[in-house]
């Protein structure tokens, strides 16, 4: 209230009506708080914590966060200031306002309009309100720093999402600056020589050079095909369709071919493959990545050496290794030896094991490992999901 007339209205107001104490709070909304009714005096009212008498009541009261009610010669220990503002009443109540547990400030309350004693239950009322508006305070804190927080957040997710578009941005360039040196170096070369060997072709009349140049023309072009087949196998490798596979099987398949590779190099091969091991796998994928690693074993393998392949059939998982005793990769090397275009070799793609890699952890959800020695050898070994169906026996194939 501002004045006892209008304290006197409230009172009346409020003992009429049969308002609940939500609806009473809502409905003494007061606009005209802020305006001119409001003693001045008060709100030019500035005092300095420190300059607060340490025995004095508010530091009391800010001290031990505890309701002090001033009764008669006891309003002296107010600081001057606010004695001077609350002479009227004849009692003075000071409380805490407590924001997430730390004083925010005091509220004080007189009772000049009555001049009644300040009694229990008002006390009790007074602290249930402070109460109630320490915790909307806590909570609009709450509510701002955790605005706050999110909009930092946002900051920082745009941040990231910037520096990951230009690391894509970054890597796609890097990918295909790889891609042009590759293409001019592995199409370049065959087209040269085509174009070479057809203009010989036109000023010549004997059948046989002619045959010759063909044959030599024919060669580019297979090499030609092997080098899009590599780039489009890597660029968009096809979705793969498993079926359930005796293992033995692809490699059987896979055996003549290698062999040839591997008696043209002096290299023994050897298989140990179990009979039994079933997988569910793509098969022509499945193909390709054995013969890769065979390859690469057999290409690093020098005359006399031995590349050894090997199947074991886990409970989950199936372990398939192709272990060489050729010339061992450097540890520096050996952590590029995935990645696309790396490749030690005068001719090499640099795609075989980065394709065994996608087919078997992308396609197949299993994993890839590589250990090596230089001069001594390498073990590159590949883990196979035993997938879904492996409660099926092979005899239930039919
Ligand atoms: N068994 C191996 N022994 C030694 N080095 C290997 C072996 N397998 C792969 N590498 C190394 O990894 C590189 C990349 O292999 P790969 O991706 O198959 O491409 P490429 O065979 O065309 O070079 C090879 O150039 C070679 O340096
Ligand atoms: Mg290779």
């Given at each position: 209230p501002f004045d006892k007339e209008d304290a006197s209205r409230i009172w009346s107001e409020v003992a009429h009506s049969n308002l609940t104490l939500e609806q009473l709070f809502t409905n003494s909304?007061?606009?005209?708080?802020?305006?001119?009714?409001?003693?001045r005096e008060i709100r030019k009212v500035k005092i300095s914590i420190?300059?607060?008498?340490?025995?004095g009541a508010v530091q009391t009261v800010l001290a031990e966060q505890k309701v002090c009610v001033l009764k008669g010669e006891e309003k002296k220990r107010l600081p001057g200031v606010l004695y001077n503002l609350f002479e009227a009443g004849s009692e003075v109540v000071i409380a805490p306002l407590v924001v997430r547990e730390r004083t925010a400030g005091i509220v004080l309350a007189d009772n000049a309009f009555h001049n009644r004693p300040v009694n229990e239950a008002t006390l009790e009322f007074f602290s249930l309100v402070l109460g109630l508006g320490g915790l909307a305070l806590g909570n609009a804190m709450e509510y701002r720093e955790t605005k706050q927080n999110l909009e930092k957040l946002e900051q920082l997710n745009e941040t990231l999402r910037n520096v990951q578009a230009e690391l894509v941005a970054c890597e796609r360039l890097a990918a295909i600056g790889k891609i042009s040196t590759y293409l001019a170096h592995e199409i370049r070369n065959p087209l040269v020589a085509i174009g070479g060997f057809v203009r010989q072709i036109l000023g010549m009349d004997d059948a046989q050079q002619i045959q010759r140049n063909v044959r030599i023309i024919n060669s580019e072009i297979v090499r030609l095909e092997r080098v899009l087949n590599n780039l489009l196998r890597f660029s968009s490798p096809m979705q793969p369709v498993k079926e359930r596979v005796l293992l033995a099987e692809i490699f059987e398949s896979l055996e003549p071919v290698l062999k040839t590779q591997a008696e043209q190099r002096n290299v023994t091969l050897t298989f140990d493959v179990p009979g039994d091991i079933v997988v569910f796998v793509d098969r022509v994928q499945m193909n390709e990545v054995i013969y890769n690693l065979v390859m690469n074993a057999l290409e690093n393998t020098q005359t006399s050496g031995k590349v050894a392949i090997s199947a074991r059939g886990g409970s989950d998982f199936v372990r398939i290794e192709v272990e060489d005793t050729g010339c061992g990769i450097s540890p520096e090397n050996l952590k590029k030896?995935?990645?696309?275009?790396?490749?030690?070799?005068?001719?090499?793609?640099?795609?075989g094991l980065a394709v065994v890699k996608a087919i078997v952890e992308e396609h197949h959800g299993g994993k890839v490992g590589v250990s090596s020695e230089l001069g001594k050898g390498t073990k590159v070994h590949i883990l196979i999901p035993k997938g879904g169906e492996h409660e099926e026996t092979i005899a239930d194939r039919g």
């Open positions: 909304h007061r606009t005209d708080l802020e305006e001119h009714k409001f003693p420190d300059s607060l008498s340490p025995i030896v995935f990645d696309p275009f790396f490749t030690t070799k005068l001719h090499g793609t640099g795609l």
